[in-house]
């Protein structure tokens, strides 16, 4: 499985930006995606996530209300929609592929066995 991660940049307070993860075909089928993020001197966190399963869509409390995940089955991407962007958002984001589908296991880095390489995100004014 091979993961693309793209879309950052620098946005300022407010702003909006749109992450791409594009994997290798037919990764949806058998694998959750996830987005985390890890800023400087801070451990890597959940953002996002969406379950191969059911399609059913989990959110850390910090990006709820304002990060939107979708997935676009013929492209073979998942993007994550991010709006109202705040400094604290400021991080390298990652997406992740996994193969649960639970709750409890997306929102934990550990059970995700492919990432892509990362894209940042600067949030400055």
């Known amino acids: 499985v091979q993961l693309q991660a793209s879309g950052g940049g620098l946005v300022q307070p407010g702003g909006s930006l749109r992450l791409s993860c594009t994997a290798s075909?037919?990764?949806?089928?058998?694998?959750?995606v996830g987005w985390f993020r890890q800023a400087p001197g801070r451990e890597r966190e959940f953002g996002a996530a969406?379950?191969?399963?059911?399609?059913?869509?989990y959110y850390s409390d910090s990006v709820k209300g304002r990060f939107t995940l979708s997935r676009d089955n013929a492209k073979n991407t998942v993007y994550l929609h991010m709006n109202n962007l705040q400094r604290e958002d400021t991080a390298v984001y990652y997406c992740?592929?996994?193969?649960?589908?639970?709750?409890?296991?997306?929102?934990?880095?550990?059970?995700?066995?492919?990432w892509g390489q990362g894209t940042q995100v600067t949030v400055s004014s």
């Open positions: 992740a592929a996994s193969g649960y589908y639970s709750s409890s296991h997306l929102q934990d880095a550990r059970y995700y066995d492919y």
């Open positions: 075909e037919r990764t949806f089928r058998v694998y959750s």
């Open positions: 969406i379950s191969y399963r059911d399609s059913r869509l």
